[in-house]
């Protein structure tokens, strides 16, 4: 009966799973095949034959691109970002949540008012601002405005709200300062949330394609995104090298969520609190 | 009204210009001066011959979108011309056309602009009322360059309030591929494709009763509204008044040649719901026999392994040959600080491409310059020549800045009419009603 | 049961406990940080579009003439040039978010109650239904409209029909929202995941204790403990629905006529293709006070509920 359950569940689970997975693998698949099998009617699921002549564009290809250069750019980028949003957003966060002071009621609510506006309108008003700071074309333009935004704040404060309140008192209990608390016991307490939050800004940077058109002008700062699309031409349908680009983007993205999300399951469960 | 004596200000004086080298001076300081972006006072480097620099070394960075199979050809010119250029050394950079055009203004204003670039023809005006690019008229008079050294409608399309800004490198003209194997299954002769109106829709039938869907109609702009513009101008119509003033598409020429497309459909030549490049993904895979697209089509035909394909002019649908085109066009941007030498070696750059834009042409470009297109290397040009022939009979927007907003009204229309949604008539009466708002808006804003 | 009560009260209102004050500067201190970032690139590009909006403005036009509020006049006069447009695509961006925010905060959770539990291959799974998300929104929307092209779509190929997946309502509808779904459902399961982790094992102990079983226990420990989380998921959600327009803008093209043109995309080709950046920056100042209107709305639900 457990046995009969179990395999139900696996089941299910394995559904689920192939409805996902499957327009991954028409992405894969599509990206090993050649041009014209990609476009052939009725279209193919697993290529007949398999070639990486869509890797081969994006390396050697057209135009003879620093694609390795655009994918460190990539990563120092969308790490500098995730670990600046880390230090400012839980710092804010922990005040938010923990601590007393006038106006934080106010400020909360702008703090959170600010998601609801379009970030369009803060485009061209941000260019401005980056220019004048001496930022454009440079990596300073990808990395700092980006962690001005209000989701880190109000992630973490929600999560902030959630922990058990009784580790912190007895530490203040025992005369430790708010900077104690904080290093000691809230951050190792959120790793789940630090470590998902981690993630999630991650991926926003290594997918921006909107902000750097305006604040990178030379190739050498490229990420990948305005990078991949430049090698995937305009006119040519060849959706081999399309698809080749998203799979080369993702691999990179999808470690570090697989590495990140160790911490999310090894959360407060496994962090003293049990029992 | 005084868009439409601008109009024929620049209509003299485009007339003046051919007339001497004096007049053309003179227009050259008087667009300088009139010009929202005209250099401070008459330039030096003007009188310089541009096909020459003695200069010291300069750096000249090149933007352009050129992404597709164009890049490389384009790629391999510049190097050939650094190569004989020991004191100018151009650096290329590619970006795809839609980010291009937002980042170019970006970088102009913050100091950071290249120094020559291309730009759509269609772009052109808007740019010089924004202030990112220069006028050229120095340039092209100190080459004698005339409208007879083009075609009158692409050379005329980069002049903006008298000033000339921008020297035509090509046109991309639409053209009717064809499936020769598809056709010759319906028993039609696949080297005589149809040249008329009735022709084609006897063919269409012919490939009805063998089973084939013959001509897709596609509702999205690429080139669904280029092919209704395109019959449009075949019936005798404009999309736009001459001076701009007011949207014209949605009178009886464009009500024709809208509902001719509608009735692909509903009398079975095409299917409905027709995707985004599904028309020339039929046509490869012998699913459809005719898709009228642009040129750059050369490129993606050829890398189609054993595929049979040619192509032709569009047939004449309506009272007269018309066919949509675009036109890539030299532009020299502004910068912070004026520098002679760029500026004269950015025209020898220029003027050298120009006279070499035959190794351009065979990218799957027509060339702009009549010498280059009338020559014997261009009409070896199988299908490029073909499509080329086209070059008395194309159509252009009206060159105010702002037109494209206008026009991508037409898409709306277009893409309602050609799912079903609306009548012909009525979308296009509405996109018009809409269009003449934007256009009177842009008076405003653009100060025309 | 009463401390979960208890609890789950405090959680989205301010703590009744607070730790004990300590120094005057202490929040300044911490709140430091991110205040600059704040102010220097959210708060003073929010007034300065403010300030854009009042105006016809194109920072490359010499001319910024003053209009004073009549870019949003215009919004609510029938017969200008904008408010049809404008109206057609909040209708739009508000079909969308109806439809696209109950199952994105509903399917999460069971996904990530799912994966919340010991097994084999745990890590996989959850990796697997996080990956779409890991793509960005231009290479998922090639690949969907490859994949429901009506006529030439893997698809309609497999289903042997004709659905008009991308040119024709509702199916348009029915794609967009199906196809965000799909991109991120595993953003808001990894979110619930960690709200999961930090509910303390020993409420779910203590539940077992009292003999509840689990239905009982997913009702009175798991649904209060992830109150926090679920506000924020829904918060976010309805923010990111209302502000889709990459699908949109690649997948339909807004098509049919502009029935699928969100609002965003509505102000991205008004600001940033036809550079009217003023009427562009009081769309986006009306659509936030609609949105102000719902997050009001949704902050106060939360709140009714415990």
């Known amino acids: ?275 | ?448 | 049961m009463v401390d979960l009560r208890a609890r789950s009260a405090a959680v989205v209102s301010v703590a009744p406990r607070p730790v004990r004050r300590r120094g005057r500067f202490t929040p300044l201190f911490f709140l430091a940080p991110y205040l600059v970032l704040f102010c220097l690139f959210v708060v003073v590009p929010a007034i300065f579009g403010g300030w854009i909006s009042l105006h016809e403005w194109d920072y490359l036009l010499p001319g910024k003439p003053f209009t004073g509020l009549d870019n949003y006049l215009a919004l609510f006069d029938p017969d200008s040039r904008v408010s049809g447009d404008f109206w057609t695509s909040m209708k739009a961006t508000g079909i969308f978010t109806v439809a696209s925010v109950p199952p994105l905060v509903i399917l999460p959770l069971g996904v990530a109650l799912l994966l919340n539990r010991r097994f084999r291959g745990r890590t996989f799974f959850r990796a697997v239904f996080f990956m779409p998300f890991v793509l960005g929104v231009a290479v998922i929307s090639v690949m969907w409209r490859i994949l429901l092209d009506p006529n030439i779509g893997f698809v309609n190929h497999l289903l042997g029909a004709n659905i008009p997946w991308t040119t024709d309502l509702p199916w348009a509808w029915i794609s967009l929202v199906g196809i965000t779904v799909w991109w991120t459902l595993g953003f808001n399961a990894v979110i619930y995941l960690a709200g999961l982790q930090d509910i303390p094992a020993e409420l779910y102990d203590a539940a077992g204790v009292d003999g509840a079983n689990r239905w009982q226990r997913f009702v009175h420990v798991t649904l209060p403990g992830l109150r926090p989380v679920a506000l924020f998921v829904t918060t976010t959600t309805i923010l990111a629905s209302a502000n889709m327009f990459g699908q949109s803008f690649l997948i339909t093209k807004g098509a049919p006529g502009v029935e699928t043109r969100t609002t965003i995309m509505y102000i991205a080709q008004e600001g940033l293709r036809d550079y009217r950046m003023g009427s562009a920056a009081a769309m986006s100042y009306v659509l936030t006070l609609v949105l102000v209107a719902v997050s009001v709305i949704n902050f106060r639900l939360f709140r009714s509920r415990s």
């Open chain 1, 1 to 275: 009966m457990k046995a009969l359950r179990a395999s139900a569940w696996y089941l299910m689970l394995t559904g689920f799973a192939i409805l996902v997975i499957g327009p991954l693998l028409w992405m894969v698949f599509t990206s090993l095949k050649s041009n014209g099998e990609a476009t052939r009617i009725p279209p193919t699921f697993v290529p007949e034959r398999f070639t990486a002549d869509g890797y081969g564009t994006l390396f050697e290809g057209r135009t003879q691109a620093p694609v390795l250069r655009w994918f460190a750019n990539s990563m120092i980028a969308a790490t500098a970002q995730t670990l600046l949003i880390l230090l400012v957003a839980s710092t804010a966060a922990y005040a938010l949540a923990r601590l007393e002071f006038r106006g934080k009621g106010p400020l909360f609510a702008v703090i959170v008012g600010t998601l609801l506006v379009p970030s369009f309108v803060l485009l061209i008003p941000n260019f401005l601002i980056v220019d004048r700071l001496g930022w454009l074309d440079s990596l300073w333009a990808l990395i700092v405005p980006g962690a001005a935004g209000a989701f880190g704040v109000f992630f973490l404060r929600q999560f902030f709200l959630g922990l058990p309140r009784e580790l912190e008192e007895a530490a203040t209990i025992e005369g430790a300062n708010h900077l104690h608390i904080f290093v000691k016991i809230v951050l190792p307490l959120s790793r789940p949330a630090l470590a998902t939050l981690a993630v999630l800004s991650f991926l926003g940077n290594w997918n921006e394609f909107i902000w750097p058109i305006y604040v990178i002008f030379s190739p050498d700062y490229f990420t990948l995104p305005p990078g991949l699309s430049i090698l995937q031409g305009a006119y040519t349908i060849d959706y081999p090298v399309i698809m080749a680009g998203a799979v080369l983007a993702s691999v990179p993205a999808l470690i570090i969520f697989v590495v990140a999300q160790r911490y999310v399951i090894e959360g407060v469960s496994r962090t003293g609190l049990k029992g």
């Open chain 2, 1 to 448: 009204m005084a868009v439409s004596s601008s109009h024929n200000l620049t209509r003299r004086g485009l007339l003046a210009l051919g007339a001497g080298a004096g007049s053309a001076l003179l227009l050259s300081a008087c667009g300088g001066g009139g010009g929202p972006a005209g250099p401070a006072g008459p330039s030096k480097a003007a009188s310089a011959a541009p096909t020459t620099y003695t200069g010291p070394k300069v750096d000249l960075a090149f933007w352009n979108g050129f992404t597709g199979g164009d890049g490389p050809f384009m790629k391999k010119l510049v190097e050939r011309f650094n190569g004989e250029h020991p004191n100018i050394k151009v650096t290329m950079n590619v970006y795809q056309w839609a980010d291009y055009y937002a980042k170019v203004p970006a970088a102009v204003t913050a100091g950071q602009g290249p120094d020559v670039g291309i730009m759509h023809v269609d772009s052109v005006p808007t740019n010089a009322a924004r202030q990112v690019i220069v006028p050229l008229d120095d340039l092209a008079a100190s080459l004698s360059l005339t409208e007879s050294d083009f075609s009158p409608p692409v050379w005329k399309a980069g002049v903006y309030r008298n000033a000339r800004y921008a020297i035509p490198l090509d046109v991309h003209p639409l053209g009717m591929f064809y499936n020769k194997a598809v056709v010759a299954e319906a028993g039609l002769d696949p080297d005589k494709p149809p040249r008329t109106g009735a022709d084609y829709l006897a063919a269409l039938e012919e490939l009805k009763k063998a089973g084939i869907q013959g001509h897709w109609a596609t509702p999205f702009p690429f080139t669904g509204t280029f092919q209704f513009g395109s019959l449009l101008h075949q019936f005798g119509g404009t999309l736009f008044s001459a001076d701009a003033a007011t949207a014209t598409f949605a009178q009886e020429p464009g009500v024709k040649a809208l509902s001719w497309l509608v009735d692909l459909i509903t009398k079975g030549y095409s299917p409905k719901n027709v995707g985004q490049d599904a028309d020339l993904i039929a046509l490869k895979n012998g699913k459809a026999a005719y898709n009228w697209n642009g040129i750059w089509t050369i490129n993606t035909l050829n890398e189609a392994e054993g595929l049979e394909w040619g192509v032709a002019p569009l047939p004449v649908i309506g009272d007269q040959p018309a066919a949509w085109a675009g036109s890539h066009q030299f532009v020299v941007f502004k910068q912070r600080a004026r520098d002679d030498d760029k500026l004269a070696a950015a025209k020898v750059f220029i003027n050298w491409i120009s006279q070499h834009s035959i190794e351009w042409a065979k990218g799957g470009q027509v060339p702009a310059r009549k010498t280059i297109r009338e020559g014997a290397e261009f009409k070896a040009l199988e299908h490029q020549s073909v499509i080329g022939s086209q070059i008395d009979h194309l159509y252009f927007l009206p060159p105010v800045p702002g037109i494209p907003d206008a026009s991508a009204q037409i898409d709306t229309a277009v893409n309602q009419a050609i799912l079903l949604k609306k009548e012909p008539a009525a979308a296009l009466g509405e996109a018009a009603a809409k269009a003449d708002k934007i256009l009177e808006q842009n008076r405003k804003k653009y100060g025309a």
